[in-house]
């Protein structure tokens, strides 16, 4: 997520008149500052809490500027550094920049230089951790054991990540075999009750008398065939995660239990009268329209209500893209590995016939379609002569992602390509990737921007 970086900037240079001298200078235009007399007592301040900037002499009494850059970098240190050094000393200073210092000046210090160059360092570090956010979302094609790149999917990224944390209860919905429990789990993976269970309760697999016994437990001799006693679903999930998959099909006289349980914490299991405490959080799903459900007199209102505090809808195959092609490939290596097969990728003719049909059975069809084509056959590819027939009949014209004139990249999109290529090979150092391209460094800046109002 991005943020604003402080104007906070570090001071490292042994001579106590001139450290003093840019504190004052940077203090009166904004800034806050540290500084160190060391090599040693500013690398543990770094080490600490790194400020935005850092201000490092090469020659100090302890230790040589340059090694403290080569330890920021292998530390990873998220700090832009500014080289100041003395005369004739240019050389060390473009060194230095080679090593991943963004910027340098000479002494004596003039106050527009510094302030000019720390401003510009500041600049450079959030241009830096917006490409970077950028980039994480714009190139994440998966979540966990979630797979996909479309845009669809790339939002309900951003929904999980914001949600994982909260104590809300989650409603998820989605047609059936679009990944609604691996929703769950990633929400739960990604949120500080990793750690503790995630349980899974199917409300439409387990018959409606012994439904009670699954979620709450039950005592011994509860029933005829309690012979022992039982823990449920709920106080398994206790400190975690209590999933309901397709909650829409538990039967109304439960759903009062359950919603006794939401609102107080509290369970009984079947057969006793002891109320047992039970913290877990509440992630249900349903392939069906709630709200349908309640009108038609089947699922409380008062229950949805409870349940439904975070809406997520988990998309169709069919509005995802060319995930088909992502997911294709995952099934095809993992069915091949399990069934000791020689396919190692898709056919131009396979990939089209893939994005050309609608997926009604969405991502639990497309698995089992290739894991059946895997089983069948043994080629090294996965063509399209090998793929059920009811999928070619579907497909008349290949989709125009995969056409010759879908490859030609736009200017801009070429430009910032090579531009996020060449910032990259330079470690993130704007300036020098600017010289190497030979274009203005202020050229960068402005195609950032352009860039980031058409995203």
């Known amino acids: 997520m991005s943020h604003l970086p402080t104007k906070t900037a570090l001071i490292i240079e ?130 966990h054991e979630i797979i996909g790149a479309s845009l669809p999917m790339q939002t309900m990224y951003k929904i999980i990540e914001s949600v994982a944390n909260s104590r809300a209860n989650i409603f998820i919905t989605g047609e059936s075999g679009t990944g609604k429990e691996l929703c ?99 992630i249900c799903a349903t392939n069906k329209d709630p709200k349908e459900q309640i009108e038609n007199g089947s699922f409380r209102e008062d229950l949805f209500y409870r349940l439904h505090v975070i809406p997520i809808t988990v998309p169709p195959l069919r509005e995802r893209g060319e995930d088909v092609l992502l997911l294709a490939h995952k099934f095809l290596t993992d069915s091949a590995k399990e069934e000791k097969k020689r396919f190692n990728g898709i056919s131009r003719d396979a990939a089209h016939t893939l994005l050309a049909y609608d997926w009604p059975g969405n991502v639990r069809e497309l698995q089992n379609i290739i894991q059946q084509t895997v089983v069948l056959n043994n080629k090294k590819k996965l063509t399209r002569e090998i793929l059920p027939p009811h999928l070619c009949q579907i497909e008349s014209n290949p989709k125009p992602v995969l056409n010759n004139s879908s490859r030609i990249k736009p200017m801009h999109q070429v430009e910032m390509e090579a531009i996020e290529e060449a910032i990259a090979k330079c470690d993130g150092n704007i300036k020098l990737a600017a010289t190497l391209l030979e274009i203005d460094q202020s050229t960068i800046y402005r195609k950032y921007k352009k860039m980031k109002k058409t995203i």
């Open 14 to 143: 042994d001579d106590t008149l001139l450290a003093e001298h840019c504190q004052n200078i940077l203090k009166m235009n904004g800034w806050q500052t540290l500084s160190a007399a060391s090599g040693g007592d500013g690398l543990k301040i770094l080490r600490r809490k790194p400020p935005e900037v850092l201000l490092l002499d090469i020659f100090l009494t302890d230790s040589y500027g340059l090694d403290i850059l080569k330890t920021i970098n292998e530390e990873q240190i998220p700090i832009v550094v500014v080289i100041m050094t003395g005369r004739g000393s240019v050389d060390l200073a473009v060194e230095a920049m080679r090593l991943g210092a963004y910027d340098f000046f000479e002494k004596p210090v003039l106050t527009e230089r510094l302030l000019t160059t720390m401003s510009n360092a500041l600049q450079h570090k959030i241009i830096s951790r917006q490409l970077s956010d950028y980039e994480n979302s714009a190139k994440r094609h998966k979540l």
């Open 184 to 282: 769950a789990k990633a929400i739960h993976k990604q949120s500080s009750r990793s750690d503790s269970p995630f349980v899974v309760i199917n409300c439409a697999a387990i018959p409606h008398d012994l439904m009670e016994s699954e979620i709450f437990g039950h005592v011994k001799g509860a029933f005829s065939d309690a012979k022992h006693e039982r823990q449920g679903a709920a106080a398994m999930a206790n400190g975690g995660t209590l999933f309901l998959d397709e909650i829409c099909d538990m039967e109304l006289g439960l759903q009062s239990k359950l919603l006794r349980f939401i609102q107080s914490g509290y369970i009984k299991k079947v057969g006793s009268d002891l109320e047992e405490q039970v913290d877990c959080r509440f």
